[in-house]
Structure formats: structure tokens, C-alpha cells
């Protein structure tokens, strides 16, 4: 227990953990923004190669889960969602 007084900190040791509070906070943005930069080129190689890759594959594109494409098979019929809910 504190009887007395005068235990808290001084004008001047706030002053300095205010600076550094802030000094920590600025080397934290910085560094997400870099993870952020690195992550959008790393996405974009992926997006420019998939496109890439997408002609060896003979896909186009992606399939729509929305309007599915009629195909023969056991099931029967198309699985999107307009054939379930429309």
C-alpha cells in the first residue's frame, strides 16, 4: 500500500512515454503499410499468372454459382442458385 505521497510519474517521464507511445505507433503504421504494399503485388502476380495459367488449363473463367451452366450427368441439371430459388 501507497500512504503518502507523490508516488505517479513526474511531467517529464509522461511526456517522454507520450513520445514514445507515438514513435511505436508510426514504426506500427509503417509497417502495415508495407505488409499491405507487399500483399496487392503478391495478389497481383497471383491474378496476372491464374490468368496466364487459365489458357494452358483451357478455362476461361470462373464458374458462375449464381447461373450454373446446364450439364449431362447423373444429377440431372444445373446447381446455381437461379435453378434452387428462381
Not at 513526474?10 to 507515438?22: F, G, P
Not at 478455362?59 to 450439364?71: D, E, I, N, T, Y
Amino acid at each position: 500500500m501507497c500512504f503518502g505521497g507523490g508516488g505517479g510519474p513526474t511531467q517529464e517521464e509522461e511526456q517522454s512515454a507520450a513520445e514514445d507511445r507515438v514513435a511505436a505507433e508510426d514504426a506500427e503504421r509503417k509497417e502495415v503499410e508495407r505488409r499491405a504494399k507487399q500483399k496487392r503485388k503478391d495478389i497481383s502476380e497471383a491474378l496476372s499468372s491464374s490468368v496466364a495459367d487459365a489458357g494452358a488449363r483451357g478455362g476461361s473463367s470462373r464458374r458462375s454459382l449464381f447461373k450454373a451452366v446446364q450439364q449431362s450427368g447423373s444429377a440431372g441439371g444445373a446447381s446455381g442458385y437461379e435453378s434452387r430459388f428462381g
